[in-house]
């Protein structure tokens, strides 16, 4: 259901709140359920992996590593972290 809803965010929704703020924080949800059904891991140590994979997406699009490796024209899972002309992340087509 939530990925539903992100994938729902991702493909229609192109606002300058709901999109970049609620999706990316459903996104870190996901993340986090998503570590916590495929493995054992504590609950502490799965907020933080995804709430540290967060931020390195967020800062890796700030400076554009993507661009920075040469990986601009590469397809999945490269283009996922590279932002689009709006500055949030790409939607592959």
Known sequence: MLFAVEAAIALWLH????????????????????????????PGRAILAATLLAFAIEIS????????LGLGSSPLPARFWAPDSTGRISRPI
Do not use: K, N
């Open 15 to 42: 606002d300058p709140v709901i999109r970049p703020y609620a999706g990316d924080s459903l996104a870190v949800v996901l993340v986090y359920l998503a570590l916590r059904a495929t493995t054992t891991i504590r």
């Open 61 to 68: 699009q700030y400076f554009h590593l993507v661009r920075h």
